[in-house]
């Protein structure tokens, strides 16, 4: 039993003694309290953890697509023009946004074929053949896997050459390595692959890249086009915050370069990367709450145990009252016991749920994003408990009869 203080005056580091003494009297009853405590503690770390991992990964995973992309193509003319000759798109016009717009990085026209390949063994496959220039490969951040991408000297030779997406050329060859040196007949042209690629985040076909694709020289592909249109030009920036801007100059660009009845469509992927960081930050902060809601059950068990040691300790109440103790300090000693035994197991917890990321930042490759906010968070919220649920079993104590309480067994 804590022996009482021989004067009134209130003394934190009294108060503190006290409470850690009765922690010392009864380690298991709190110790098990505290564990709830620590288990949501370490789950609100760890939810954060998982949030913006998650946010990361997502991220990246837009980003390796060509953050730093922006496409244009034409959609047709206005709703109230009719009978009017298509308005497409140029490499005029892309080399006119190369020279009016500031801050592109590289760009590429686009021309779509379409054919059906065959191969020694009698395989026939459709495919679709997107002529591009040699930027293209920086602007949609292609991955070569084998062989060699066509130079500048290949599209001013016009040389008959291919790359072959990798999963074509393992249906067609058997593998990547195979399909180099191979020679397709591109409508009747005959085009040697001398390598192959991916996108380094499969889109599944919801770009213009799909598993069945071939890209070969611009100035190729013109060969079987009886104009100077391009159905899409593609451009990407020197940095990702310029993409909002660039993209607003070139759709100015393009469109003074047509008639007003046509309309064209210039985006990239910041909406998708800020609609994506958003989702992520709402779902975190969704499983925040449930922590805290864990956090908040944990609580109350620190109630049901303090009214218990109140209960307990009644003769002590009473003999401290006898010796000159306020209620003030009998309240301010409880609810010091209940934040003690909170901000323990907040402590333990938070230590858990960083433990975690940084073993595996430590022992992995796997750079895990740990955010010191959400454990001065943990702290805070688990303090909270402690002074929210001990301030009724606090306050009962202090209105204890120092008379009564003497004579209670």
């Not at 770390?45 to 995973?61: A, E, P, R, S």
């Not at 591109?186 to 380094?200: Q, S, W, Y």
Request: charged share 15%; with cysteine; aromatic share 8%.
């Amino acid at each position: 039993m804590a022996t009482a203080s021989p004067h009134s005056g209130l003394c934190f580091s009294e108060i503190a003694g006290f409470a850690f003494d009765t922690f010392a009297t009864s380690k298991i009853r709190f110790i098990l309290t505290a564990l709830g405590i620590m288990i949501g503690t370490a789950s609100l770390i760890l939810v954060v953890t998982i949030g913006l991992t998650g946010k990361h990964y997502v991220l990246g995973q837009i980003q390796a697509v060509g953050a730093n992309m922006i496409y244009t193509d034409y959609e047709g003319g206005a709703e109230n023009v009719t009978a009017t000759p298509a308005d497409y798109l140029t490499l005029q016009d892309m080399q006119a946004v190369q020279q009016q717009v500031l801050g592109i990085a590289a760009a590429s026209p686009m021309i779509e074929l379409h054919d059906r390949i065959g191969t020694g063994s009698g395989r026939q496959r459709d495919i679709v053949i997107l002529g591009v220039s040699p930027q293209y490969r920086y602007v949609r951040n292609l991955e070569i896997l084998a062989g060699r991408y066509f130079d500048d000297q290949d599209t001013q030779a016009r040389n008959k050459v291919a790359l072959m997406q990798q999963r074509l050329a393992k249906v067609m060859y058997g593998s990547q390595d195979a399909a180099i040196g191979q020679t397709i007949h591109v409508n009747g042209l005959p085009v040697m692959v001398i390598g192959t690629f991916k996108e380094r985040v499969e889109t599944f076909g919801l770009s213009e890249i799909s598993s069945d694709t071939v890209l070969i020289p611009y100035t190729v592909a013109r060969y079987f086009s009886s104009s100077d249109k391009v159905k899409q030009l593609f451009f990407s920036t020197n940095a990702s915050e310029e993409v909002p801007a660039v993209t607003n100059e070139i759709q100015r660009v393009i469109q003074s370069r047509h008639r007003p009845g046509s309309v064209y469509r210039t985006e990239n992927l910041t909406q998708l990367v800020s609609l994506a960081s958003k989702t992520a930050n709402a779902l975190t902060a969704v499983l925040m709450l449930i922590a805290v809601v864990t956090l908040l059950v944990s609580g109350v068990g620190i109630m049901n145990i303090m009214l218990a040691t109140v209960r307990a300790r009644v003769r002590e109440i009473g003999i401290r009252k006898a010796v000159g103790a306020t209620r003030r300090e009998i309240k301010y000693q409880f609810l010091a016991e209940a934040v003690f035994i909170s901000l323990a197991g907040g402590l333990v917890g938070v230590v858990a749920g960083l433990a975690l990321p940084f073993a595996l930042r430590w022992f992995t490759d796997y750079h895990i994003p740990i955010s010191g906010f959400s454990a001065v968070v943990a702290i805070v919220v688990s303090s909270l408990v402690g002074i929210l649920f001990g301030t009724a079993p606090a306050s009962r104590a202090s209105r204890l009869d120092p008379v009564e309480s003497l004579r209670f067994e």
